[in-house]
């Protein structure tokens, strides 16, 4: 079978706040009053890109391969996840050339994260075409009422 040249994912997360844990997003911890619930450091921004990565290269989800029941992930950094998850990609074939999130999140303002975010996420999927964006829900919903942050990802992977 040919293998396509060029394919796109898109990847999804959301999280609820919780008190008394860090706040991370695109690998960056960023000061404030609650982090995000979840069985890793839920940096839903990094889950968002790797589930577009796994979807881009024709893989399972993100939950298939760091599933939340298995203790070796407790409380592990979501880099090491993208690193894990951008080897799947190369030992695909598969080179990424372009990541374009999108933040949806009330607080906390985000602005002045998004260049660390995206020196980040370049070292390790070796691309600078990363585009970090943010927006809010207006007031609307879970993340409206400031009770969670979601990340929608779309990522371009080139075969070869």
Do not use: W
């Not at 991370?24 to 589930?51: E, M, N």
């Not at 203790?71 to 372009?98: A, D, F, P, Q, R």
Request: net charge positive; hydrophobic share 35%.
């Amino acid at each position: 079978m040919k293998q396509e040249l060029y394919r796109t994912g898109i990847g999804y997360d959301i999280h609820k706040f919780i008190r008394n844990r860090k706040l991370v997003l695109g690998g960056v911890k960023i000061p404030y009053s609650q982090g995000l619930y979840g069985h890793s450091d839920a940096d839903v921004v990094i889950h968002s890109i790797s589930d577009a990565i796994l979807g881009a290269i024709g893989l399972d989800d993100i939950g298939t391969y760091f599933p939340n029941t298995d203790i070796k992930y407790k409380n592990i950094s979501s880099k090491i996840i993208l690193e894990k998850v951008y080897k799947m990609c190369t030992k695909k074939g598969y080179n990424i050339i372009n990541i374009d999130c999108m933040i949806i999140a009330e607080e906390p303002k985000i602005s002045k994260y998004k260049k660390l975010m995206k020196r980040n996420i370049s070292k390790i999927v070796k691309s600078k075409n990363i585009s970090i964006k943010a927006t809010s829900n207006e007031g609307l919903g879970l993340i409206g009422k400031k009770q969670g942050i979601a990340c929608i990802s779309i990522v371009t992977v080139k075969y070869g």
